[in-house]
């Protein structure tokens, strides 16, 4: 008799794991304190996904609405644009209606989906923590984000470097464009609104272009405690659960995917019998550890590069030499 694999956590990765094991016949319940569709701070654009996980997760025919981007341009008042392509395109597509796709084809595979429910994120035997993140009290940074209409982009996808801040703008379905910045949290008295906060890093024009243009009401949203130093790993725990990696990568949601994709042979050898609960956390623990080590280490040492105006400086000179090697650091943070 097939065992119950449990998910707490209706993210990325508990529902691409859901609907990987819904598609080998393995019995999922899955727990979402939230209900869909709802708004993420998320920067919705997606950079080295593998063909064979999109096979694997049932996600080809949910991702055909994305958007490609092929080039993103890096901008910094003062100084000259940066242009770079992608070694293969991103895929911009909105977390608002992916997530929903997502929660509406496991329901559809037979996945037992219940929402607006807490569930402890305690390790049990078949119980997979997909919850997201692990707030940190004393973190340094917020997140925000909303979506604009009637907002002309410069490319594909642009970053915008301010001070100790960056924002990034992607055009996602029905012409919008998601605005997702990584900010220093704001001290009393500040303003904590998008615009707001651009204003304060120092990107005056690109606040200009946003209040030119037409927000789109109910879309901002927020999250604070992010934590993006190297922290020890929970039991049978996939996607962020396995630790942020910076947003400028657009590879966490990558991450999610993959992770849901690289653990689920091991809940399914659990459910049907075949190896001890204790086994598979250890081999999920080992396989996730491989895969992604190298790329979110990469990416912590190339962030504060990017949040320190006089290292940029540096970045900008490479650039003009035509000495930065940004196919490398790609490879290597991908």
């Not at 996945?111 to 078949?126: I, S, V």
């Not at 009637?150 to 490319?155: A, E, F, K, T, V």
Request: one cysteine or more; a positive charge.
């Amino acid at each position: 008799m097939l065992r119950t694999v449990e998910i707490i956590g209706g993210g990325l990765a508990g529902l691409s794991l859901g609907l990987g094991l819904r598609a080998r016949g393995i019995p999922v319940r899955l727990i979402e304190s939230g209900s869909y569709p709802r708004h993420r701070v998320c920067g919705e654009f997606i950079t080295g996904l593998d063909e064979q996980t999109s096979s694997r997760l049932q996600l080809r025919e949910l991702l055909k609405p994305a958007r490609p981007a092929r080039s993103v341009t890096w901008c910094e008042p003062g100084r000259p644009d940066m242009r770079h392509h992608f070694p293969h395109p991103a895929l911009c597509l909105s977390r608002f209606n992916l997530d929903a796709k997502m929660a509406e084809a496991f329901t559809a595979s037979g996945g037992d989906l219940r929402t607006q429910q807490r569930c402890t994120a305690e390790p049990a035997e078949g119980r997979v923590i997909a919850c997201g993140r692990r707030p940190l009290a004393s973190s340094p940074w917020i997140g925000l984000k909303q979506h604009f209409r009637s907002l002309p982009l410069h490319d594909a996808l642009e970053v915008h470097l301010g001070r100790g801040a960056y924002v990034g703008l992607t055009r996602v379905e029905d012409s919008l464009v998601n605005v997702c910045g990584l900010f220093p949290r704001p001290r009393a008295g500040e303003s904590c609104s998008l615009t707001g906060r651009i204003r304060a890093v120092g990107l005056n024009d690109l606040a200009d272009r946003l209040q030119a243009a037409e927000s789109i009401e109910g879309t901002d949203c927020a999250v604070a405690g992010l934590n993006y130093a190297s922290k020890a790993m929970a039991p049978a725990s996939l996607g962020d659960q396995q630790g942020l990696i910076p947003p400028f990568t657009g590879h966490g949601m990558t991450i999610a995917l993959q992770s849901a994709s690289a653990s689920l042979g091991h809940f399914e050898a659990w459910s049907r019998g075949l190896v001890p609960w204790t086994g598979t956390i250890a081999g999920v623990s080992r396989d996730l550890h491989r895969r992604f080590r190298r790329r979110i280490l990469v990416s912590r040492l190339i962030h504060p590069w990017l949040l320190d105006p006089g290292r940029r400086s540096l970045i900008h000179a490479l650039h003009r030499m035509g000495l930065l090697p940004f196919n490398t650091l790609y490879r290597l943070s991908h």
